[in-house]
T-cell receptor
Framework: ETGVTQTPRHLVMGMTNKKSLKCEQH?????MYWYKQSAKKPLELMFVYSLEERVENNSVPSRFSPECPNSSHLFLHLHTLQPEDSALYLC??????????????FGSGTRLTVV | SQKIEQNSEALNIQEGKTATLTCNYTNYSPAYLQWYRQDPGRGPVFLLL?????KEKRKERLKVTFDTTLKQSLFHITASQPADSATYLCARGLSSASKIIFGSGTRLSIRP
């Protein structure tokens, strides 16, 4: 384990379902991130939270809704997704100002399939 | 745009040889570049960072270079082993406060 735990590891959902992805970090970091990884495409930065406030939202459709209740937990709420949203969703954390030197710590991801 | 590009989708080499992966950028100057390793079904793992004012950085069998004239970073694995087989991602940051943006990765396969 890297210190960043994501659940569930796999999720299959219908287009009309509502589900949530969970991320928890045990590293004392104060910044958390959601990335989307599709086949043969670069990781796409979706959301950034710094000190529990959303500081970046990269034109992500409103069917994805993040939530950061405290510095250790990050959620991604999903509703009325499309098949093209199927991907590996990765959570990462860093210590603000130290992500440069120490890199980001990633979880193992949630493999999402929308049917 | 300020993308980071890894031109080789896949690289296959013989065990014991040096693997060299390339990362290119255009139209901007990143303050630093990072390299990550990603295994199937797992998240990326941070390996090395190199700053724009550094020419070279080493860590065990890994070596990273940063050539601001060529706008390129090279990632070398010497004495490669089958266990080094993975996807390697290059990432850039524009400043110490900026978020990092990733390249699409190079899948490295080391054959025995």
């Amino acid at each position: 384990e890297t210190g960043v735990t994501q659940t569930p590891r796999h999720l299959v959902m219908g287009m009309t379902n509502k589900k949530s992805l969970k991320c928890e970090q045990h590293l004392g970091h104060n910044a958390m991130y959601w990335y989307k990884q599709s086949a043969k495409k670069p990781l796409e930065l979706m959301f950034v939270y710094s000190l529990e406030e959303r500081v970046e939202n990269n034109s992500v459709p409103s069917r994805f809704s993040p939530e950061c209740p405290n510095s250790s937990h990050l959620f991604l709420h999903l509703h009325t997704l499309q098949p093209e949203d199927s991907a590996l969703y990765l959570c990462a954390s860093s210590q603000e100002g130290q992500g440069l030197r120490n890199g980001y710590t990633f979880g193992s991801g949630t493999r999402l399939t929308v049917v | 745009s300020q993308k980071i590009e890894q031109n080789s989708e896949a690289l296959n080499i013989q065990e014991g040889k040096t693997a060299t992966l390339t990362c290119n950028y255009t139209n901007y100057s990143p303050a630093y570049l990072q390299w990550y390793r990603q295994d199937p079904g797992r998240g990326p793992v941070f390996l090395l960072l190199i700053r724009e004012n550094e020419k070279e950085k080493r860590k065990e069998r890994l070596k990273v270079t940063f050539d601001t004239t060529l706008k390129q970073s090279l990632f070398h694995i010497t004495a490669s082993q089958p266990a080094d087989s993975a996807t390697y991602l290059c990432a850039r940051g524009l400043s110490s406060a900026s978020k990092i943006i990733f390249g699409s990765g190079t899948r490295l396969s080391i054959r025995p």
